[in-house]
């Protein structure tokens, strides 16, 4: 019982019903017997039945949750041979995921920002400190990397601008934004995601509930 959502167990947790309705309740979050390919399998179908077949206002905001870069223990069997090979199967999912936005008639007024909530075990080079941040967007400068200190507030100040409202304290109303990271000479040339190195992952064996219901009585992290 452990489809679609990676979940063993439910949780009774009170939710705000516009959250309840903008939720994608099938959607797996934090579990790492889930591959982010099936998470994108997931975000794909509910993508689709609401904003491009079932004609849903398409919300200023989305939030989607990759958290396989995360990394756990090798699992060859179930096609992570390594720890990076975790990594690949999020660059995998996030690569699908850019394929098909940007193919979507949402793209041509889309920002898209990709970071990660911590470094883990792939530390920066110059400091532990920084992790990775994208831009990707029509409006983003292609093949730039700015010099600016940005930070997690540094995206919720960007956030806020782009959709008009004020800043929620004094952190992110001091951040630097990311404005530096965008032209205004758009390029709507949509994203062609790269195959993936089976040698590092197998998707085939990643996907659905092999994994998940295998090790679903074991600790969802390890």
Not at 181 to 207: G, H, M, N, V
């Amino acid at each position: 019982g452990t489809e679609p959502t990676g979940a063993r167990l439910p949780v009774n947790v009170p939710m705000p019903q516009p959250l309840f309705e903008n939720t994608a309740r099938d959607f797996p979050t934090f579990n790492m017997n889930v591959s982010d390919t099936y998470r994108w399998q997931q975000f794909e179908k509910d993508f689709k039945a609401r904003y491009l077949d079932g004609k849903e206002p398409m919300p200023g905001f989305l939030n989607i949750y990759l958290p396989n870069d995360h990394m756990a223990g090798e699992r060859p069997e179930d096609g992570y041979p390594y720890r990076p090979s975790f990594v690949a199967d999020n660059d995998l999912a996030l690569g699908r995921m850019i394929e098909m936005l940007s193919n979507s008639p949402y793209w041509k007024n889309m920002a898209i920002i990709v970071t990660e909530d911590d470094a883990q075990g792939g530390l920066d080079s110059v400091d532990a400190h920084r992790s990775l941040l994208m831009v990707i967007s029509p409006y983003a400068k292609r093949g730039y990397a700015t010099r600016n200190h940005t930070s997690i507030a540094s995206i919720h100040k960007t956030i806020n601008l782009l959709l008009g409202i004020p800043p929620l304290n004094q952190y992110d109303a001091a951040a630097c934004d990311l404005r530096e990271a965008f032209t205004d000479k758009p390029d709507f040339t949509p994203y062609k995601c790269l195959p993936i190195d089976t040698r590092i992952f197998d998707e085939r064996k990643s996907l659905r509930s092999k994994a998940v219901s295998k090790k679903a009585g074991q600790r969802l992290d390890d």
